[in-house]
C-alpha cells in the first residue's frame, strides 16, 4: 500500500511591511527576526488568522494594526512568548473562535477597545511571564468575557487614564480580570472603570501571597440597574445570595437593600489561599442609602449563608454622594461577593484618643481614654512590624457602661520581641468590632539613645521618633526621584522622648527622606517607596 503524505510549511521573514487592506494568514507561519515590525492601517486594516496560521515573534517584534484582530486558527496565534502587538484605531475588536495569548498589548488611537473571545491573555505563556498589558488613555470593554494577566508583577498592568469595563448587569458577571499573582505579593491594582468614564480601581494588596506558582485571583464589579443592590443567586462561590445585608437586624428577604447598601457588586474568588488588604471603589452616585449616606460606610461579605454580623470590622471610610469614594479593608482571607453597606448599630465605644510611648528600658506604655462605653465587651492590644499585618498581643477587659471619660492603660515588656506598630481592636459584646489608629515608637525603646529614627507606612505616614537632651529644631525635607523638594516641614523636639507624626500627600513612586538641623547637619535619611495617596 503507498502512501502520500504532504506537509506544507509558508515560513516568512518579516523585517518591515505594510497592508492597507487587511492580512488574513490562512495557514502561514510568520517568523519575525529582530525589531521586525508589521503595519496594517485603513480602516478595513484586519489581522485574521485561520487554518492553524500561526506567528512567531521576536524579543523586539511589533504588529501595529487600525482594525480587528481576529484569530480563527485552531491555536492561541503565537508559537512563542516575546515581541508585542498595538491596536492603534478606533473602536477595534480582539475576536475569534480561538483567544489569542498576547506577550505585550498595547491600546492607543481613539474609541473603546472589545474583547469578544473569552480567556483572552497578556502577559506571556509558559517561557517567561513578562509582558505587559498598556491601556494608555483607552478603555477595555470586557463584554462579558475573561481577560487573564498572567504576568504577576503589580506592574503588568499599566495605564495613563485607560480602564478596564468590568459592566454586566446580571447574576453571574462574567467580565472577570483573572490575574495570576502566583507568589508575589504587593498591590496589584485592577483599573477597572465605568462606561461614563470614570476610574473606580480595585487594589488586591497581597499581604501574605499565595504558595503556588500557578495562583490566580478573579475580580469583577458591576453596578446594579436601579436603586436596589438586589440578590444574586448566582453571584457566589460560597453559596446562593439569598437577602441582602441589613444593619440592625437579620431581616430576610430584600427590605433593606435599598436603603443600606452602595448599588455596586464585587466578586472576588481566589485560587488559593492568600491574605490581602482590599480596597473598594465606587461612584458617588451609586450611594443611594438614606440613613447617613455620608456617615459610616464598612466591606460587606457574604459566607454562604448570610451577611457578617458588622462590617466596620474589617475597615471602613465616611460615604460620598459624589466623585469616586473607597473603602479599605484589612487582613482579609475570605473572597466570595462583596458589598460596602452602612452601619447603623451604635458603635460600642466612642475613642477620644490613643497613644503609644516608650516606658523604661525596654517598654511600651499604650494609653487610650473613651468618651463613653455601651455594651462594649474588651479591647485587643494588636502589633505589627510593618504596619500592614497585625496580631494580638494582649487585652484588657472593657470597664462597663458608662458615659463618663475612662482611661486604660496597657504595658508591653520585652520591646525588642515586637515590632513598632501598635493600634487597638474594639470589641463589643455581640462581637462586632472596629479598629483604632496605627501608633508607632521607637524601634527599641532604648531611652540611652538621642539619635531621631524615621519610619514610613502608607497608612500612618512618617513618624520620627528619639530621645533629646534639650530642645531642638529640625528639618524634615522629602525629594523625589528626581531630586526635587515635594514636601518640607520643620519640627522641634523637647527634652525626653519625642514622636512626630508628618502624612504628606504622595503620588506612587520613591522617595527621599532628609531629617536636619542647623547644629548637626543631615542627621538621617532614608528612601522608601509609597503606593500614592
Same mark, same amino acid.
Given at each position: 500500500?503507498?502512501?502520500?503524505?504532504?506537509?506544507?510549511?509558508?515560513?516568512?521573514?518579516?523585517?518591515?511591511?505594510?497592508?492597507?487592506?487587511?492580512?488574513?494568514?490562512?495557514?502561514?507561519?510568520?517568523?519575525?527576526?529582530?525589531?521586525?515590525?508589521?503595519?496594517?492601517?485603513?480602516?478595513?486594516?484586519?489581522?485574521?488568522?485561520?487554518?492553524?496560521?500561526?506567528?512567531?515573534?521576536?524579543?523586539?517584534?511589533?504588529?501595529?494594526?487600525?482594525?480587528?484582530?481576529?484569530?480563527?486558527?485552531?491555536?492561541?496565534?503565537?508559537?512563542?512568548?516575546?515581541?508585542?502587538?498595538?491596536?492603534?484605531?478606533?473602536?477595534?475588536?480582539?475576536?475569534?473562535?480561538?483567544?489569542?495569548?498576547?506577550?505585550?498589548?498595547?491600546?492607543?488611537?481613539?474609541?473603546?477597545?472589545?474583547?469578544?473571545?473569552?480567556?483572552?491573555?497578556?502577559?506571556?505563556?509558559?517561557?517567561?511571564?513578562?509582558?505587559?498589558?498598556?491601556?494608555?488613555?483607552?478603555?477595555?470593554?470586557?463584554?462579558?468575557?475573561?481577560?487573564?494577566?498572567?504576568?504577576?508583577?503589580?506592574?503588568?498592568?499599566?495605564?495613563?487614564?485607560?480602564?478596564?469595563?468590568?459592566?454586566?448587569?446580571?447574576?453571574?458577571?462574567?467580565?472577570?480580570?483573572?490575574?495570576?499573582?502566583r507568589t508575589t505579593g504587593g498591590a496589584h491594582i485592577y483599573p477597572f472603570g465605568v462606561l461614563a468614564g470614570t476610574q473606580i480601581p480595585f487594589t488586591f494588596n497581597a499581604t501574605a501571597a499565595m504558595a503556588n506558582a500557578a495562583g490566580f485571583i478573579d475580580v469583577s464589579t458591576r453596578a446594579t440597574?436601579?436603586?436596589?443592590?438586589?440578590?444574586?443567586?448566582?453571584?457566589?462561590? $460560597?453559596?446562593?445570595?439569598?437577602?441582602?445585608?441589613?444593619?440592625?437586624?437579620?431581616?430576610?428577604?430584600?427590605?433593606?437593600?435599598?436603603?443600606?447598601?452602595?448599588?455596586?457588586w464585587w466578586d472576588i474568588t481566589n485560587s488559593h489561599p492568600v491574605t490581602a488588604d482590599i480596597t473598594f471603589s465606587y461612584l458617588g452616585s451609586e450611594n443611594t442609602i438614606t440613613n447617613a449616606p455620608t456617615g459610616n460606610i464598612g466591606a460587606q461579605f457574604w459566607d454562604g449563608a448570610g451577611w457578617v454580623l458588622d462590617n466596620a470590622s474589617f475597615g471602613s471610610n465616611v460615604g460620598v454622594t459624589a466623585g469616586v469614594g473607597s473603602v479599605l479593608a484589612s487582613?482579609?482571607?475570605?473572597?466570595?461577593?462583596?458589598?460596602?453597606?452602612?452601619?447603623?448599630?451604635?458603635?460600642?465605644?466612642?475613642?477620644?484618643?490613643?497613644?503609644?510611648?516608650?516606658?523604661?528600658?525596654?517598654?511600651?506604655?499604650?494609653?487610650?481614654?473613651?468618651?463613653?462605653?455601651?455594651?462594649?465587651?474588651?479591647?485587643?492590644?494588636?502589633?505589627?512590624?510593618?504596619?500592614?499585618?497585625?496580631?494580638?498581643?494582649?487585652?484588657?477587659?472593657?470597664?462597663?457602661?458608662?458615659?463618663?471619660?475612662?482611661?486604660?492603660?496597657?504595658?508591653?515588656?520585652?520591646?525588642?520581641?515586637?515590632?513598632?506598630?501598635?493600634?487597638?481592636?474594639?470589641?463589643?459584646?455581640?462581637?462586632?468590632?472596629?479598629?483604632?489608629?496605627?501608633?508607632?515608637?521607637?524601634?527599641?525603646?532604648?531611652?540611652?539613645?538621642?539619635?531621631?529614627?524615621?519610619?514610613?507606612?502608607?497608612?500612618?505616614?512618617?513618624?520620627? $521618633?528619639?530621645?533629646?537632651?534639650?530642645?531642638?529644631?529640625?528639618?524634615?525635607?522629602?525629594?523625589?526621584?528626581?531630586?526635587?523638594?515635594?514636601?518640607?516641614?520643620?519640627?522641634?523636639?523637647?527634652?525626653?522622648?519625642?514622636?512626630?507624626?508628618?502624612?504628606?500627600?504622595?503620588?506612587?513612586?520613591?522617595?527621599?527622606?532628609?531629617?536636619?538641623?542647623?547644629?548637626?547637619?543631615?542627621?538621617?535619611?532614608?528612601?522608601?517607596?509609597?503606593?500614592?495617596?
Amino acid at each position: 500500500m503507498n502512501k502520500f503524505f504532504k506537509i506544507f510549511f509558508l515560513i516568512v521573514s518579516i523585517t518591515e511591511f505594510s497592508y492597507s487592506q487587511g492580512l488574513i494568514n490562512n495557514g502561514a507561519r510568520i517568523v519575525f527576526t529582530g525589531a521586525s515590525q508589521i503595519y496594517i492601517d485603513g480602516a478595513t486594516g484586519n489581522y485574521s488568522s485561520t487554518a492553524n496560521g500561526f506567528i512567531t515573534p521576536s524579543a523586539s517584534s511589533s504588529i501595529t494594526l487600525l482594525g480587528n484582530w481576529t484569530n480563527n486558527a485552531g491555536n492561541n496565534a503565537f508559537t512563542a512568548d516575546g515581541g508585542g502587538v498595538m491596536l492603534a484605531g478606533a473602536a477595534q475588536t480582539i475576536g475569534g473562535t480561538n483567544a489569542s495569548a498576547f506577550h505585550n498589548l498595547s491600546l492607543t488611537g481613539t474609541n473603546t477597545k472589545q474583547l469578544a473571545v473569552n480567556g483572552t491573555t497578556v502577559g506571556g505563556q509558559a517561557a517567561t511571564f513578562t509582558g505587559v498589558l498598556s491601556l494608555g488613555t483607552r478603555p477595555l470593554n470586557l463584554n462579558n468575557n475573561r481577560l487573564d494577566i498572567t504576568n504577576p508583577l503589580t506592574t503588568a498592568i499599566t495605564q495613563s487614564g485607560g480602564y478596564i469595563i468590568s459592566e454586566t448587569n446580571a447574576a453571574v458577571n462574567n467580565s472577570i480580570v483573572r490575574w495570576y499573582m502566583r507568589t508575589t505579593g504587593g498591590a496589584h491594582i485592577y483599573p477597572f472603570g465605568v462606561l461614563a468614564g470614570t476610574q473606580i480601581p480595585f487594589t488586591f494588596n497581597a499581604t501574605a501571597a499565595m504558595a503556588n506558582a500557578a495562583g490566580f485571583i478573579d475580580v469583577s464589579t458591576r453596578a446594579t440597574a436601579a436603586n436596589d443592590n438586589q440578590p444574586w443567586a448566582g453571584a457566589s462561590n $460560597v453559596g446562593a445570595v439569598s437577602q441582602m445585608f441589613c444593619p440592625n437586624n437579620l431581616t430576610t428577604g430584600n427590605v433593606c437593600a435599598a436603603g443600606s447598601v452602595i448599588d455596586r457588586w464585587w466578586d472576588i474568588t481566589n485560587s488559593h489561599p492568600v491574605t490581602a488588604d482590599i480596597t473598594f471603589s465606587y461612584l458617588g452616585s451609586e450611594n443611594t442609602i438614606t440613613n447617613a449616606p455620608t456617615g459610616n460606610i464598612g466591606a460587606q461579605f457574604w459566607d454562604g449563608a448570610g451577611w457578617v454580623l458588622d462590617n466596620a470590622s474589617f475597615g471602613s471610610n465616611v460615604g460620598v454622594t459624589a466623585g469616586v469614594g473607597s473603602v479599605l479593608a484589612s487582613g482579609i482571607a475570605t473572597f466570595c461577593p462583596w458589598v460596602l453597606t452602612s452601619k447603623l448599630v451604635p458603635l460600642p465605644v466612642e475613642l477620644l484618643d490613643f497613644k503609644a510611648n516608650c516606658f523604661e528600658e525596654n517598654k511600651v506604655k499604650l494609653n487610650w481614654v473613651t468618651a463613653s462605653e455601651i455594651n462594649c465587651s474588651h479591647y485587643e492590644i494588636l502589633n505589627s512590624v510593618d504596619g500592614i499585618n497585625f496580631s494580638k498581643i494582649g487585652s484588657e477587659i472593657a470597664r462597663g457602661d458608662r458615659t463618663a471619660n475612662t482611661s486604660y492603660s496597657y504595658i508591653v515588656n520585652d520591646k525588642k520581641s515586637f515590632g513598632n506598630y501598635f493600634k487597638l481592636r474594639i470589641v463589643d459584646k455581640d462581637y462586632s468590632a472596629r479598629l483604632s489608629k496605627i501608633e508607632t515608637v521607637n524601634a527599641d525603646c532604648d531611652i540611652k539613645k538621642s539619635v531621631p529614627k524615621l519610619y514610613f507606612n502608607d497608612e500612618v505616614g512618617i513618624t520620627i $521618633v528619639g530621645n533629646s537632651d534639650k530642645l531642638k529644631n529640625y528639618s524634615l525635607a522629602i525629594a523625589d526621584a528626581a531630586g526635587r523638594i515635594v514636601f518640607k516641614n520643620d519640627f522641634n523636639f523637647t527634652e525626653g522622648f519625642n514622636s512626630v507624626n508628618l502624612k504628606p500627600l504622595l503620588a506612587k513612586g520613591v522617595y527621599l527622606a532628609t531629617l536636619s538641623n542647623s547644629a548637626e547637619g543631615v542627621v538621617v535619611s532614608k528612601k522608601f517607596p509609597t503606593f500614592g495617596n
